[in-house]
């Protein structure tokens, strides 16, 4: 098993590489400069900028130059929050979005997988109906429709939670965000579990459980869980990845410091340096999470074999 | 007799105020500021910025040879007094001998020679370099001709500055409460390099020194002990958010989370105003909102008249009223009233009504050969943004109902757009809003001068305009200046090289107990006049 | 098919409809859903007010049928009814765009993967696994900077790249398939690779895949009005869900009809493919009786 995580891990290098290659270009290749602003600025001073920033090298050489600094760690200047560098940026986002996006993830996958076990358990009541409803509505609502109905309610009219901003972090400031972030993937979860489960209970070996004279609570525990979880942990990893680099609408609506928004404003900015970290991160991020599912995978269902 | 007795009781007086004063100074709890600063600011760096969230926080650090008065106008800042010479050419500062870095050092006139030629050098790429070309050398230095130390700035002494001028400038002061012109500390910026704006770095000279910079979330600043008015600071601790979400900030306001936004959103201006009467603020900004002509394209490059009857069917006071809920003025000139030194000049229909406008109009189009049987087509371009499409849709209907006129309306990405505008690759109209970076006319009549290697929107090439400029910028009697600038409006508004729909107001949100927040053309608000109240 | 349909002696087909319409839920989901879609195609009909006309004296006024805006106007005064049938119109044919080019390109890259096998089979799974962790919300936003001009050609451009699902599941479905007997007779019998994948993988996969394309419309439904909010959707005068809803959420307190409606349409749009994917999903199980 560690041999085959190593494998991968390498194996990820080339990967890495195409996606750095791709988001360069792609940056490159999108009208607009980073430097362009409502004030239109005489050549001169433009061309200063330029070659401050190194933007006046031939594209090949300045994409070298990149690559050489992505090997070294350094992700270069943000040109747009001049005071920083692209690695602090992302050093000061982290943590936030990290945060909330973790408490989001592990409160979806507790919350889901608890709904919908119990669907599943009592198909076809209305207490299933009833929590698959809610559980489509979920999915139903554009999170930029909830998120700021939340803060106008809990934080304007009741006045029980901040409306937005990261104080230092206090519980009261996450709540809010976090809720928001989670209430679609608690929907996902409750969906797959419910679905799996189902499948499983059906399954011959859950038959033959049953038929051991095995009491119906270890054969749910100890059975029928660990395999109904095999789709609800394909889907989490990359939607782990996703969560824990931050929502853009998350971020906004609550003016939290996270990174998510970097890959908008980023983009938006032209600010490449810092849009070329964020991705190269996230890339990183997913495989290392795809890597986690498939092991995962091998723990929770025996027939898998690592070849 | 009597003026002892006056004199004893103004001191007993004194004396119960001044115990008072002190026995509430040592209850009071810390004073705190938390002002909503709009989008997150890009740098702390005063030779690096361009936007406006940024200047709001250096102005609180920083303080200029001149510095912003509550209500905006220019007031002695560093410089406690300065002389002109005879031509206009030389300016010779005084600075305090209380003027102090807030790690207790003195700020003297290296500083400033230091700044300036930091602003100019073309290794700092400074967008705001141009602020400082009038000074001789200057253009030429950033343009890479000539060395920095070439610059025409010269430290006679530790609390002289010496500044020589390459032609009569007289928006030189009033652009001395810009931040790009205000010093730095010669010995942080050598010690720490482009690093020293960093938190411990940074070296200020203003009410207040930074004590926090998280990027996305705030800057927090502290009271500076060394500052030469620090006496007079009433607010120990002000937080500039980071508001990027103009819903999110209004609510936060509400909330009491926020003591002064940047903006509103303009779907809760009606309400606020009604709702929240003591805390709604707005006053006139020093900008316009126009839509510009590309006048290198047909039909509107050889066709004035054309371009007069659209200008004619826009009816400004619906727009304003129902559409913009702003409390915006009616645009009918390039210059917002309230400008120094200057009358703003107005579109030779501004004195008939609507109705008028709109009949002159239809002939217009009419002799131009355009009617239902041959529509005009236009495709207008802008950036994507909830105020841009309210106004473009509702002028888009009016020129639809009153002409009969076909819009495209094309929306582009941000940076797409201003490449595609800064280009003048539209085809037809694009728009354009501009807020001046110091109050004088030049601000605003320079971008459209087709002789200063900087494109303007319209393409607008007038050798009669620029010439007027040209004279205007080296005459010294303000009144002939303002004769000159005038003229030049004039041409410009003439030509119908623009639509000049608003000028900007500033709506936003102050609390009952922020006193000391006085609206003003240029929306300046230094936290160090700002005292909390009850 | 008609292997197995000889074995069963009924066609599968046949059984999943039998067993779609026991299910009361799913039933009228693709009935409201019908309903709306009906709505947003004749609806200039039924309500014939054009979608970009200006009522100046109706400007942001609340539902009044008697003033002819049973939902309101925004704040131009435009009616909210003839725009949330007009942007309907956009959302779902955004939404079955997107889906029917990543239903195209899934299903052609998934089965030929998993029927070659091997190190065609590797490398093409490789570029998915590739772009899997390309960021997706970066892809579409240079993709609106690219083709901001034309909504339908962006969501033809998101269909390219959200097909990774799709090729996945039909290549395990493909491997599946591969196995089976009758896919032995038929190569056997002198059939080619090509017409093996065309006449007997691609239509016995068919079942997960039609599943998962009603749960694809509905996301790429949802991420249209994001990117709306974000204020990169759809141009004036053409207006979707996403736009409208974008508007509503800002005038929340002061015009909340502006919110209410369009919002309604769209979760219940949602609403109805999630649970007609359910569904279809139930139907296409074979061991459900």
Redesign the interface.
């Known amino acids: 098993m560690l041999t085959y995580a190593v494998r991968r891990l390498f194996g990820a290098v080339p990967t890495l590489f195409v996606i750095v290659t791709l988001a360069f270009f792609m940056m490159r290749l999108a009208p607009g400069g980073p430097f362009d602003g409502e004030r239109m600025v005489p050549a001169e001073i433009e061309a200063n900028l330029l070659r401050a920033y190194e933007l006046d090298r031939p594209l090949l050489a300045q994409y070298a130059a990149y690559l050489g600094g992505v090997l070294t760690g350094d992700l270069g200047p943000s040109f747009k929050y001049k005071d920083f560098s692209v690695g602090e940026l992302i050093r000061n986002g982290l943590p936030v979005s990290l945060r909330i996006g973790g408490i989001a993830i592990v409160g979806a996958a507790l919350a889901g997988a608890t709904l919908g076990s119990i669907a599943a358990l009592r198909r076809n009541t209305v207490l299933d109906r009833a929590l698959m409803t809610g559980a489509i509505a979920g999915v139903a609502v554009p999170t930029f429709v909830v998120a700021p109905f939340l803060s106008l309610v809990f934080g304007v009219y009741l006045a029980w939670l901040p409306v937005a901003g990261w104080g230092d972090g206090q519980w009261r400031h996450l709540v809010l965000p976090v809720v928001a972030l989670a209430l679609p993937q608690v929907a996902y979860v409750a969906r797959l579990t419910r679905a799996g489960l189902i499948e499983i209970l059906r399954s011959d070996f859950i038959r033959t459980a049953r038929a051991k004279g095995l009491p119906e609570r270890a054969v749910l525990f100890r059975h029928a869980l660990r395999g109904a979880l095999l789709p609800v942990v394909s889907y989490l990893g990359p939607a782990t990845a996703g969560i824990l680099t931050g929502s853009v609408v998350i971020e906004q609506i609550f003016g939290l410091p996270g990174i998510g928004r970097h890959f908008v404003q980023g983009a938006l900015n032209r600010d490449y340096t810092l849009v070329m970290g964020v991705v190269v991160f996230y890339g990183a991020l997913i495989i290392l999470f795809n890597l986690v599912v498939d092991l995962l995978y091998g723990a929770l269902d025996p027939r898998v074999r690592y070849d | 007799m009597r003026d002892i007795r006056k004199l004893m009781a103004g001191a007993v007086m004194a004396l119960v105020l001044g115990t008072g004063a002190l026995a509430a100074d040592q209850a009071r709890a810390e004073t705190v500021l938390r002002r909503g600063n709009g989008p997150d600011a890009e740098t702390l760096d005063i030779h690096k910025s361009t936007g406006m969230p940024d200047a709001y926080i250096q102005m609180d650090l920083y303080e200029g040879l001149l510095t912003p008065g509550p209500d905006a106008t220019p007031q002695p800042g560093v410089a406690e007094s300065w002389t002109v010479s005879g031509d206009d050419l030389v300016y010779t500062f005084t600075l305090r001998d209380d003027a102090k870095w807030s790690d207790g050092t003195p700020v003297t006139a290296e500083d400033f020679v230091h700044s300036w030629r930091r602003l100019v050098d073309p290794a700092t790429a400074a967008d705001y370099a141009r602020f400082l070309w009038p000074v001789a050398n200057a253009e030429a230095i950033t343009k890479g001709e000539k060395p920095p130390e070439t610059l025409g700035v010269r430290a006679v002494d530790a609390r002289t500055l010496e500044v020589t001028l390459r032609a009569p400038t007289p928006y030189f002061l009033a652009a001395q409460m810009h931040p790009s012109t205000y010093p730095i500390s010669k010995a942080a910026h050598e010690k720490f390099g482009a690093d020293h704006v960093k938190p411990g770095n940074l070296v200020s000279n203003g009410a207040y020194m930074l004590a926090e910079h998280v990027p996305q979330s705030h800057v927090k600043l502290v009271k500076n002990p060394h500052y030469h008015g620090a006496a007079d600071v009433a607010v120990d601790t002000v937080f500039f958010h980071a508001t990027e979400d103009i819903d999110a900030e209004f609510k936060r306001f509400r909330a009491g989370e926020l003591d002064t936004t940047y903006e509103m959103p303009p779907q809760q201006i009606a309400w606020a105003e009604e709702n929240m009467p003591d805390a709604f603020r707005n006053a006139p900004y020093f900008g316009t909102y126009v839509y510009a002509f590309n006048l290198n394209n047909e039909p509107w490059k050889s066709n004035p008249e054309l371009r007069k009857a659209l200008s004619l069917a826009i009816d400004r006071d619906l727009l304003v009223e129902k559409i913009t809920q702003g409390g915006e003025l009616p645009a009918y000139g390039w210059i917002p009233q309230g400008t120094n030194h200057y009358e703003s000049q107005s579109l030779d229909y501004a004195g008939m009504t609507q109705d008028e406008r709109d009949q002159l109009a239809r002939e217009l189009m009419a002799e131009a050969g355009y009617g239902p049987d041959n529509p005009l087509q236009v495709e207008y371009l802008s950036n994507a943004g909830e105020r841009h499409r309210k106004i473009a849709i509702a002028i888009a209907t009016m020129w639809k109902q009153k002409l009969g006129v076909d819009v495209d309306l094309r929306t582009e990405e941000w940076k797409v757009f201003l490449d595609t505008r800064d280009k003048n690759a539209y085809k037809d109209l694009a728009r354009f809003g501009w807020i001046g970076d110091y109050n004088d006319a030049n601000s605003f009549l320079d971008l459209f001068r087709s002789d200063i290697g900087v494109q303007n929107p319209a393409d607008f090439e007038d050798a009669e305009y620029d010439a007027l400029l040209k004279r205007a910028g080296v005459e010294d009697d303000l009144d002939k200046r303002a004769l000159l600038m005038q003229e030049a409006e004039r041409r410009l508004l003439e030509a119908h090289a623009i639509i000049p729909i608003h000028h900007y107001t500033r709506p936003h949100m102050a609390a009952p107990h922020v006193k000391g927040w006085i609206g003003n053309i240029m929306n300046y608000h230094l936290t160090r006049y700002v005292s909390i109240g009850e | 098919m008609e292997v197995r349909s000889a074995v069963a002696g009924r066609s599968p087909g046949a059984d999943a409809w039998r067993r779609l319409r026991r299910n009361r ?1 799913a039933l009228t989901a693709g009935a409201v859903l019908a309903a709306i879609a009906a709505a947003c195609l004749l609806g200039p009909l039924l309500h014939p007010v054009p979608p ?1 006309e ?1 009522f ?1 004296d109706a ?2 006024s609340p539902p009044d049928i008697a003033a002819g805006h049973p939902f309101g106007t925004d ?4 009616d909210i009814l003839a725009r949330t049938l007009h942007g309907g119109r956009v959302s779902l044919a955004v939404g079955l765009a997107a889906t029917l080019v990543s239903l195209v390109i899934g299903v052609a890259w998934g089965s030929v993967a998993g029927y070659a096998g091997g190190r065609v089979d590797a490398v093409m799974m ?1 570029i998915v ?2 772009l ?4 997706f ?3 579409v ?2 993709l ?3 083709f ?2 034309n909504i339908l050609l962006i969501f033809v451009a998101i269909g390219a790249v959200a097909w990774l699902d799709m090729a996945r599941i039909v290549r395990g479905q493909t491997l599946s398939i591969k196995r089976l007997p009758y896919i032995e007779a038929a190569r056997a019998g002198g059939l080619g690779s090509a017409a093996i994948i065309r006449r007997h993988v691609v239509p016995n996969a068919l079942g997960p895949v039609v599943v998962y394309a009603t749960l694809t419309v ?1 996301k790429v439904i ?1 991420l249209e ?2 990117l709306s ?4 959707g759809v ?3 053409a207006t979707s869900w996403g736009v409208l ?3 509503g ?7 909340p009809w502006m ?1 209410v409606f369009p ?1 309604g349409f ?3 749009t ?2 109805c493919l ?2 007609l994917g ?1 569904g279809l ?1 139930d139907a296409l199980d074979p ?1 459900d009786p």
């Not at chain 3, 704040?75 to 435009?78: D, E, F, M, P």
Request: hydrophobic share 55%.
């Open positions: 839920a970009g200006v100046w400007i942001q704040a131009n005064g435009r490789r696994d590739v899997y962790a390309l960021p919300m970066f892809f936003i240079l609106m900077v690219f901001g001009r509905p949802l009005s994001l909010f974000l204020g990169l141009r004036e005068p809803i974008g508007d959420v800002a005038n929340m307190e002061r015009a919110l919002a769209l979760a219940a949602l609403f999630n649970f359910d999903r061991r």
